[in-house]
T-cell receptor, first 115, second 116 residues
Framework: NAGVTQTPKFRILKIGQSMTLQCTQD?????MYWYRQDPGMGLKLIYY???????DKGEVPNGYNVSRSTTEDFPLRLELAAPSQTSVYFC??????????????FGSGTRLTVV | AQKVTQAQTEISVVEKEDVTLDCVYE???????LFWYKQPPSGELVFLIR??????QNEISGRYSWNFQKSTSSFNFTITASQVVDSAVYFC?????????????FGKGTKLSVKP
C-alpha cells in the first residue's frame, strides 16, 4: 500500500554516535516533515521540506540535519547523539494545500534511545 | 502565536460510558483548520477528522462526534458508548488555512483508557 515508510523502527545509540533515520513516501507528495514525540509532550516539528532541494527548520531543529534530494526521500541525520534526543520520531507527508489540506500521512515511527 | 491546549492528561472510563475530550486553541488567523488524530498503543497516528474554521456545524460519525465552537475556541470530541478499542492517546491539532508549510500544531494529547 502507498504510504510513508520509516526505517528503522527501533534503535539504540550510544552518546556521541551518529545515525540517519530514513523516510520514504511513494505518493509523490511535495511536502514532508519530521516530528519528534516526547512522553506527554505532543509532537514537535524538527524540520520540513516543501519540495526537492528545499528544507526549513521547525520548532526544535538543534542537533539534527536533513536533506531532500528527491521527492520521495527525506532522511533525518543525528550528529553526536545526546540523551535528550531519546524520543519517537515520526515522518509525515502531504500534497494538499488550502482547501485540499487534510492533514498529514504519518509513518509508523522510529523509537530511538540514546544511552 | 498558535497554541492547542488539551487540559485532560488522562481519562479513565468504564466501557459503554460516554466521554468527552476537550480541546481549546489559540490563533490570530481568521481561517484555519482543526484536526483530531488517534494514536493507539501500536503507536501509529490515525487521522480522525478535519474541520474548517468557517464551518461550525457539528459532525457525527458513528459513535464519534465533534463540537466546534468558535466563540469559545473549542473543538471537543465525544465518544458515545466507549469501547476498549477506543483506548488510545488522542491529539487535537491546528493549522493555518495554507496548511502545508509545517505549521500543524499539536496539543499534548489526552490518554483515554477504557476498561471492560
Amino acid at each position: 500500500n502507498a504510504g510513508v515508510t520509516q526505517t528503522p523502527k527501533f534503535r539504540i545509540l550510544k552518546i556521541g554516535q551518529s545515525m540517519t533515520l530514513q523516510c520514504t513516501q511513494d505518493m509523490n507528495h511535495n511536502y514532508m516533515y519530521w516530528y519528534r514525540q516526547d512522553p506527554g509532550m505532543g509532537l514537535k516539528l524538527i524540520y520540513y521540506s516543501v519540495g526537492a532541494g528545499i528544507t526549513d527548520k521547525g520548532e526544535v531543529p538543534n542537533g539534527y540535519n536533513v536533506s531532500r534530494s528527491t521527492t520521495e526521500d527525506f532522511p533525518l541525520r543525528l550528529e553526536l547523539a545526546a540523551p535528550s534526543q531519546t524520543s519517537v520520531y515520526f515522518c509525515a507527508s502531504t500534497d494538499g494545500q488550502g482547501a485540499l489540506f487534510y492533514g498529514y500521512t504519518f509513518g509508523s515511527g522510529t523509537r530511538l534511545t540514546v544511552v | 502565536a498558535q497554541k492547542v491546549t488539551q487540559a485532560q492528561t488522562e481519562i479513565s472510563v468504564v466501557e459503554k460510558e460516554d466521554v468527552t475530550l476537550d480541546c481549546v486553541y489559540e490563533t490570530r488567523d481568521t481561517t484555519y483548520y482543526l484536526f483530531w488524530y488517534k494514536q493507539p498503543p501500536s503507536g501509529e497516528l490515525v487521522f480522525l477528522i478535519r474541520r474548517n474554521s468557517f464551518d461550525e456545524q457539528n459532525e457525527i460519525s458513528g459513535r464519534y462526534s465533534w463540537n466546534f465552537q468558535k466563540s469559545t475556541s473549542s473543538f471537543n470530541f465525544t465518544i458515545t458508548a466507549s469501547q476498549v478499542v477506543d483506548s488510545a492517546v488522542y491529539f487535537c491539532a491546528l493549522s493555518r488555512y495554507g496548511g502545508s508549510q509545517g505549521n500543524l500544531i499539536f496539543g499534548k494529547g489526552t490518554k483515554l483508557s477504557v476498561k471492560p
